[in-house]
């Protein structure tokens, strides 16, 4: 999520409304955000507003003496917006919405488990239940404020029966946390469909809140390095799949890896934590020769694309991506066998299953299997990993792992999957010269 320091409070959440409802995870009428300002005043979106038409004007103040200045009325939540930042002086937004993974889980009384992603447990941290009170009322506001003073100080308390509220020191934290949590919570319930889903021991859990199981590359200076054309295309071919794999939710804002080599030894990567609805084309981080451009941020995945393009002059581009359905394979022993529609057989071969263990350090082990033949793999606890000859190419192959692990996972309720036959995909491989 971009940095939002320069923008009013007004801006600022009407712009998170905006994301949240174009991603499905509001309704009209569900959802309310707020922002405490310096003087202790409460910016909230209104009550009874269209949320697909927010607009800045729309916002209200409630001053710290609980005084309301807007157009509108505040949102009927605000008691419990007032009773979190009352209870937590160190939260400085929140979002309210009711996303529909969430919802699930909050009709259910229960809570997603964050340890399944590293990237989410770093983000979230333990969310807690805060139990059923009447929408609007005091009592609601006290009953999740209590569970935001818990000694743990959470992120993320779900509401049984109702939703979701998740608080940040800023809107960017509180929007990127609400978002891996939906996420968790959606690959979660695909997941489950495949047994009980496997979480990250603490022994295994990144020290000092860190997200990488990735090796860092060290940094470096080119001096007068004149950039080629070639890169300057493959910079924008980035940048445009990254914005539509965010679109089409196969990465969040702040998660999800792509590069595109631009030449021998070199390749251009999407940087760390920027925001991909928002990415352009010089917020690309340039690596050559196993060092990155001096000062810059890149994917923590560097290393990892680093060791394949290394190996496979063939390959044009990776993808490190985080698709509903396919990431609910990196939480299963379950394979997601190819062998059960042409098109998934024919791009994707075998799809490969690195353990979490093997993602680490040198890339070595995706180095070995990867090929362009076999360009897909499931990372165990990280999503999924996809190589192409092209930018293009290894986009398309993502769409054709997603929608098959998608088809798979919902021929749950249709009856078993019958695979293709060893005669079936014998004359595939002859037919499309398979290796
Ligand atoms: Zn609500």
């Not at 959606?186 to 979480?199: D, F, N, R, S």
Request: proline share 5%.
């Amino acid at each position: 999520m971009r940095n939002f320091a320069w923008q009013h409070p007004r801006d600022q959440i009407v712009e998170t409304m905006a994301r949240i409802y174009a991603h499905d995870m509001t309704t009209t009428s569900g959802g309310n955000l707020s922002i405490r300002d310096e003087k202790e005043g409460v910016w909230i979106s209104p009550a009874r507003v269209d949320k697909g038409r927010l607009r800045a004007e729309d916002v209200v103040r409630v001053s710290s003496g609980g005084e309301a200045e807007g157009l509108h009325p505040p949102s009927s939540e605000f008691p419990f917006h007032r009773a979190i930042y009352e209870a937590r002086p160190d939260v400085g937004a929140i979002i309210h919405a009711h996303p529909g993974a969430l919802v699930s889980f909050s009709m259910c009384g229960q809570v997603p488990d964050t340890r399944v992603f590293p990237e989410t447990y770093a983000l979230c941290g333990k969310p807690l239940l805060a139990p059923y009170a009447l929408p609007g009322s005091q009592a609601l506001g006290a009953k999740i404020a209590s569970a935001f003073s818990d000694k743990t100080r959470p992120k993320c308390v779900v509401l049984e029966n109702h939703g979701v509220v998740v608080a940040g020191k800023d809107m960017a934290e509180a929007f990127t946390a609400f978002e891996a949590l939906e996420f968790a919570a959606a690959t979660l319930l695909h997941a489950k469909k495949l047994g009980e889903p496997k979480v990250l021991e603490s022994k295994e859990k990144p020290k000092g809140g860190g997200a990488s199981v990735f090796r860092v590359l060290p940094e470096a200076e080119w001096d007068g390095r004149k950039v080629s054309n070639l890169e300057r295309e493959r910079r924008k071919e980035v940048c445009e799949f990254v914005r539509r794999a965010y679109d089409h939710r196969l990465v969040t804002s702040g998660w999800g890896s792509f590069s595109a080599r631009v030449g021998e030894e070199a390749f251009v990567i999407t940087p760390r934590h920027l925001d991909r609805a928002n990415l352009w084309a010089e917020d690309l981080v340039y690596v050559e020769g196993g060092c990155f451009e001096k000062g810059r941020q890149p994917s923590r995945a560097v290393s990892l694309h680093e060791a394949v393009y290394r190996a496979h002059p063939e390959i044009g581009a990776i993808v490190n991506a985080l698709p509903l359905h396919a990431s609910a394979f990196s939480l299963s022993d379950e394979r997601l066998d190819t062998k059960t529609i042409p098109e998934s057989y024919v791009f994707l071969k075998e799809v490969n299953w690195f353990s979490f263990k093997e993602q680490g350090e040198k890339g070595e082990v995706a180095a070995r299997k990867l090929s362009v033949s076999q360009p897909a793999a499931v990372l165990e606890h990280n999503g999924v990993l996809v190589a192409g000859r092209s930018v293009l190419d290894a986009f398309d192959r993502l769409e054709i792992l997603e929608s098959t692990a998608m088809a798979i996972l919902r021929c749950q309720t249709l009856g078993p999957v019958s695979k293709m036959t060893e005669d079936m995909t014998r004359e595939l491989e002859e037919a499309f010269g398979i290796v």
